[in-house]
């Protein structure tokens, strides 16, 4: 028999916002189900949990923090805030990788906005992350996710990327369900077949307590 002790799990769920002025923004459909799944399942585990939450409707699962951020500038700086003391980073966020440079105070009249849009990179939150002892990301392709997977994990010094085809029936934005692969540093993939959100995230949760049992 194998005892964990409790851990401290952040967990990131949904979309970001990254707005052109108050009423307009670049984003993406994440529902934040999958985030809201690992919390859900890590905090029934006995974990302490926070979900730091993009723009999403999903109610707060029992005994979970919720802390709600717009942009991914927010969200890096809600999980910096609260990385200090975590055990496991949980990245389910669909980060925009990309902001307006420029956000109008006010509403722009159709006459103001520009033909093009100037965008400035935003920053990579996992990957200036180097804190926790176990941390975790996604991969939300279309197409082919092992490869780009594995290119992730290597990348950001994960211990477990997440894979999944957001093309594929019953995988990705929105759905109860996914069909996801585990991909480790090692390289190794580990196909799952199509399973609710939370009997995904419970095989997160019960790999993060693996690694950090492993020391
Ligand atoms: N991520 C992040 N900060 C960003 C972008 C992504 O922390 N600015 C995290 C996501 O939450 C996810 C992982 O990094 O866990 C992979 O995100 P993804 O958008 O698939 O990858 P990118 O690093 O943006 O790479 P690419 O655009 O080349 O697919």
Same mark, same amino acid.
């Given at each position: 028999m194998v005892y964990y002790t409790a851990m401290r799990f952040i967990v990131t769920a949904g979309p970001t916002r990254e707005h052109l002025d108050p009423v307009r923004f670049l984003s993406n459909p994440s529902t934040g189900r999958m985030g809201f799944a690992v919390a859900r399942a890590a905090r029934a585990a006995g974990h302490a949990v926070t979900l730091v939450a993009g723009p999403v409707a999903l109610k707060t699962p029992p005994g979970v923090r919720r802390i709600d951020v717009v942009s991914a500038r927010d969200m890096l700086a809600a999980v910096r805030a609260e990385? %200090?003391? %975590?055990d496991v980073l949980v990245m389910t966020a669909a980060v925009a990788d990309w902001r307006p440079a420029r956000r109008a105070k006010s509403k722009l009249k159709k006459g103001e906005m520009p033909d093009t849009l100037k965008l400035v990179r935003n920053p990579d939150i996992l990957k200036s992350m180097r804190g926790p002892r176990v941390r975790i990301g996604f991969a939300a392709e279309t197409g082919l996710p092992d490869a780009e997977a594995a290119r992730k994990c290597r990348e950001k010094g994960l211990d477990l990327v997440v894979g999944n085809d957001v093309t594929r029936p019953g995988s990705g934005f929105g759905t109860t369900t996914n069909r996801v692969s585990l991909v480790t540093p090692d390289g190794s993939v580990r196909h799952l077949p199509l399973m609710s959100k939370l009997a995904v995230a419970h095989r997160i949760v019960a790999f993060a307590e693996r690694i950090a049992s492993d020391g």
């Open positions: 990385v %200090a003391d %975590a």
